[in-house]
């Protein structure tokens, strides 16, 4: 049986990178595969999955109402889908991501979602949260903090330099965002040291 997968890490720890690599060596062996990315990643109408060391491949694009399930098997009845792959798998809603479980269990096609784990707050991501309740396999893609610990967090950086602690979940602005340990995560956000509660 085919499954379902979720590979999360923070920014800038290469899912992008290897989900292209994944894709490509399926094609190299003359398998179709279908890639997704967000409609918040549209660029000129059009889907790029786009990797920081340059490398990109045209993709999908998925909006929030959008029935992927229905999607891939219409995709797969014009020609064989041997694997789906879907970036900024954050931004799926609850439903798609069962519609992307029922594209794993009943048309037997695997599935590869990457993907951020939590939003610049520390709160997980709609998308996210679903995929690590029921996905088959969950992977966590390391990247490191400057002091050299893993990153797990992001940090979103406000318009002075320092930490945004609030607003809008999503901005698609990558240059904003800055991978970071918990520790220095926690410290940048001004939660540490916590306030004084014996007063």
Known sequence: MAKLYFSYAAMNAGKSTILLQASYNYRERGMHTLLFTSSLYAEMDEGQITSRIGVREKAEL????????????REHAKQRVSCVFVDEAQFLTRDQVWQLARVADRLNIPVLCYGLRTDFRGDLFEGAAELLAIADSLREVRTICHCGSKATMVLRKAS???????????????????????????????????????A
């Open 62 to 73: 998925y909006g929030r109402d959008d029935d992927l399930f229905a999607w891939v098997e």
């Open 160 to 198: 002075d330099g320092g930490a945004a602690t609030s607003g809008e979940q999503v901005s698609i602005e990558k240059s904003v965002y800055v991978s970071l340990c918990r520790r220095h995560w926690e410290e940048d956000m001004g939660r540490w040291p916590p306030e004084d509660r014996s």
